[in-house]
Protein backbone atom coordinates (compact mmCIF):
# COMPACT_ATOMS: atom_id res chain seq x y z
CA UNK A 1 0.00 0.00 0.00
CA UNK A 2 3.06 2.18 0.73
CA UNK A 3 4.17 1.39 -3.07
CA UNK A 4 0.69 3.09 -4.35
CA UNK A 5 0.61 6.06 -1.97
CA UNK A 6 4.14 7.29 -2.73
CA UNK A 7 3.80 7.51 -6.68
CA UNK A 8 -0.39 9.33 -5.76
CA UNK A 9 1.35 11.96 -3.55
CA UNK A 10 3.83 12.24 -6.10
CA UNK A 11 1.54 13.00 -8.83
CA UNK A 12 -0.33 15.45 -6.79
CA UNK A 13 2.23 17.18 -6.06
CA UNK A 14 3.76 17.32 -9.70
CA UNK A 15 0.00 18.25 -10.67
CA UNK A 16 -0.09 21.40 -8.24
CA UNK A 17 3.29 22.70 -8.99
CA UNK A 18 2.31 23.11 -12.93
CA UNK A 19 -0.88 23.57 -11.86
CA UNK A 20 0.50 26.89 -9.65
CA UNK A 21 2.97 28.15 -12.21
CA UNK A 22 0.17 28.32 -15.34
CA UNK A 23 -2.13 30.49 -12.60
CA UNK A 24 1.81 32.71 -12.68
CA UNK A 25 1.72 33.02 -16.14
CA UNK A 26 -2.58 33.89 -16.38
CA UNK A 27 -2.12 36.42 -13.84
CA UNK A 28 0.93 37.65 -15.82
CA UNK A 29 -0.97 38.31 -19.08
CA UNK A 30 -4.09 39.27 -17.68
CA UNK A 31 -1.72 42.37 -15.36
CA UNK A 32 -0.03 42.71 -19.21
CA UNK A 33 -3.57 43.13 -20.90
CA UNK A 34 -4.90 45.68 -17.83
CA UNK A 35 -2.01 47.90 -17.87
CA UNK A 36 -2.27 47.64 -21.69
CA UNK A 37 -6.13 48.83 -21.46
CA UNK A 38 -4.84 51.48 -18.82
CA UNK A 39 -2.82 52.94 -21.03
CA UNK A 40 -4.90 53.34 -24.13
CA UNK A 41 -7.91 54.46 -21.56
CA UNK A 42 -5.14 57.20 -20.31
CA UNK A 43 -4.01 58.00 -24.12
CA UNK A 44 -8.02 58.44 -24.95
CA UNK A 45 -8.68 60.44 -21.57
CA UNK A 46 -5.63 62.90 -22.77
CA UNK A 47 -6.54 63.26 -26.31
CA UNK A 48 -10.52 64.01 -24.62
CA UNK A 49 -8.75 66.59 -21.95
CA UNK A 50 -8.23 69.62 -23.36
CA UNK A 51 -11.83 69.76 -24.99
CA UNK A 52 -13.36 70.49 -21.63
CA UNK A 53 -10.57 73.07 -20.74
CA UNK A 54 -11.47 75.61 -23.42
CA UNK A 55 -15.10 75.54 -22.48
CA UNK A 56 -14.18 75.96 -18.94
CA UNK A 57 -11.44 78.32 -19.04
CA UNK A 58 -11.86 81.33 -15.96
CA UNK A 59 -11.91 84.96 -17.22
CA UNK A 60 -9.88 87.28 -14.92
CA UNK A 61 -10.98 90.93 -14.56
CA UNK A 62 -8.83 93.50 -13.71
CA UNK A 63 -10.64 95.88 -10.15
CA UNK A 64 -9.13 98.93 -9.53
CA UNK A 65 -10.36 100.92 -6.48
CA UNK A 66 -10.49 104.98 -6.81
CA UNK A 67 -9.42 105.92 -3.96
CA UNK A 68 -7.49 102.84 -2.49
CA UNK A 69 -7.85 103.97 0.92
CA UNK A 70 -9.78 105.80 3.68
CA UNK A 71 -9.52 107.53 6.99
CA UNK A 72 -12.21 106.08 9.25
CA UNK A 73 -12.92 106.67 12.84
CA UNK A 74 -14.51 108.94 15.40
CA UNK A 75 -10.99 110.57 15.63
CA UNK A 76 -9.38 109.25 12.36
CA UNK A 77 -7.46 106.49 14.26
CA UNK A 78 -7.95 103.74 11.14
CA UNK A 79 -6.61 104.32 7.75
CA UNK A 80 -7.71 101.43 5.51
CA UNK A 81 -6.19 100.20 2.66
CA UNK A 82 -7.48 98.09 -0.27
CA UNK A 83 -4.50 95.75 -2.01
CA UNK A 84 -4.15 93.24 -4.54
CA UNK A 85 -8.15 93.15 -6.05
CA UNK A 86 -8.81 90.76 -8.14
CA UNK A 87 -11.67 89.00 -9.74
CA UNK A 88 -12.53 86.14 -11.56
CA UNK A 89 -15.51 84.29 -13.21
CA UNK A 90 -16.89 81.65 -11.78
CA UNK A 91 -18.56 78.79 -14.37
CA UNK A 92 -20.59 75.57 -13.38
CA UNK A 93 -19.20 72.27 -15.22
CA UNK A 94 -21.14 73.02 -18.16
CA UNK A 95 -18.79 76.23 -18.99
CA UNK A 96 -21.64 78.79 -17.84
CA UNK A 97 -21.38 81.77 -16.04
CA UNK A 98 -22.85 82.07 -12.45
CA UNK A 99 -21.18 85.15 -11.32
CA UNK A 100 -18.20 86.65 -10.60
CA UNK A 101 -15.30 86.26 -6.93
CA UNK A 102 -13.60 89.00 -6.03
CA UNK A 103 -11.36 89.19 -3.79
CA UNK A 104 -9.08 91.75 -1.88
CA UNK A 105 -6.63 92.03 0.81
CA UNK A 106 -7.47 94.77 3.80
CA UNK A 107 -4.23 96.83 5.05
CA UNK A 108 -5.49 98.82 8.21
CA UNK A 109 -2.99 101.52 10.05
CA UNK A 110 -3.85 102.34 13.53
CA UNK A 111 -2.91 106.24 14.48
CA UNK A 112 -3.42 106.22 17.46
CA UNK A 113 -0.20 107.24 19.70
CA UNK A 114 1.52 104.50 21.85
CA UNK A 115 -0.59 103.20 24.65
CA UNK A 116 -3.99 104.13 23.16
CA UNK A 117 -6.52 102.13 21.91
CA UNK A 118 -6.18 99.21 19.31
CA UNK A 119 -8.09 98.94 16.06
CA UNK A 120 -10.56 96.32 15.30
CA UNK A 121 -11.79 95.96 12.05
CA UNK A 122 -14.61 93.77 10.80
CA UNK A 123 -14.87 93.79 6.68
CA UNK A 124 -18.17 92.33 7.60
CA UNK A 125 -19.48 95.30 8.26
CA UNK A 126 -18.28 96.40 4.77
CA UNK A 127 -20.77 96.21 1.65
CA UNK A 128 -20.29 95.89 -1.68
CA UNK A 129 -22.73 97.97 -4.27
CA UNK A 130 -23.92 96.68 -7.56
CA UNK A 131 -24.51 98.15 -10.73
CA UNK A 132 -27.97 97.26 -10.19
CA UNK A 133 -28.02 98.95 -6.53
CA UNK A 134 -28.01 95.52 -4.27
CA UNK A 135 -25.83 95.74 -1.67
CA UNK A 136 -23.69 92.30 -0.43
CA UNK A 137 -22.22 91.18 2.54
CA UNK A 138 -18.93 88.68 2.51
CA UNK A 139 -18.52 85.33 1.42
CA UNK A 140 -15.54 84.82 3.41
CA UNK A 141 -13.77 87.58 5.38
CA UNK A 142 -11.21 88.02 7.92
CA UNK A 143 -10.65 90.49 10.62
CA UNK A 144 -8.03 92.60 11.75
CA UNK A 145 -7.01 93.80 15.14
CA UNK A 146 -3.94 96.15 15.14
CA UNK A 147 -2.18 98.09 18.05
CA UNK A 148 -1.32 101.62 17.98
CA UNK A 149 1.12 102.98 15.56
CA UNK A 150 1.46 99.62 13.77
CA UNK A 151 0.42 98.25 10.35
CA UNK A 152 -1.22 94.95 10.28
CA UNK A 153 -3.04 92.94 6.77
CA UNK A 154 -5.97 90.50 6.31
CA UNK A 155 -6.15 88.40 3.44
CA UNK A 156 -8.39 86.19 1.32
CA UNK A 157 -12.15 88.67 1.61
CA UNK A 158 -14.13 87.64 -0.90
CA UNK A 159 -17.68 88.61 -2.46
CA UNK A 160 -19.48 86.30 -4.76
CA UNK A 161 -21.25 88.59 -7.41
CA UNK A 162 -24.53 86.84 -9.38
CA UNK A 163 -24.13 86.02 -13.04
CA UNK A 164 -25.03 89.87 -15.01
CA UNK A 165 -23.90 92.49 -12.33
CA UNK A 166 -20.76 94.46 -11.36
CA UNK A 167 -19.28 96.07 -8.57
CA UNK A 168 -19.78 99.43 -8.43
CA UNK A 169 -18.65 100.50 -4.93
CA UNK A 170 -17.16 98.92 -1.71
CA UNK A 171 -18.79 100.83 1.55
CA UNK A 172 -16.55 100.80 4.24
CA UNK A 173 -17.52 100.95 8.10
CA UNK A 174 -15.66 101.61 11.16
CA UNK A 175 -16.33 103.00 14.47
CA UNK A 176 -19.77 104.38 13.21
CA UNK A 177 -17.78 106.06 10.04
CA UNK A 178 -18.12 105.37 6.92
CA UNK A 179 -16.14 105.85 3.53
CA UNK A 180 -17.34 104.71 -0.62
CA UNK A 181 -14.34 103.37 -2.52
CA UNK A 182 -15.64 103.74 -6.03
CA UNK A 183 -14.71 100.18 -8.12
CA UNK A 184 -14.31 99.48 -11.85
CA UNK A 185 -13.95 96.12 -13.07
CA UNK A 186 -12.79 95.82 -16.21
Known amino acids: MKL ?46 PEPA ?9 VTATPDS ?22 NPNGENTG ?12 NKIGGGSVYVNPNQFRLLLDNATKLTHDTYNTVSVDAESTKSSSDNKFKLPAGTKPKALNLFY ?12
Open 4 to 49: KLIPIALLASLTMIYSCKGKKTTDDSTQTTTVADSQTKTATTEQQA
Open 54 to 62: KTNETKTYT
Open 70 to 91: AVLGKNKEAVIKIKNLKAVQLN
Open 100 to 111: IEISYDLEVTNN
Open 175 to 186: DETSASIKLELK
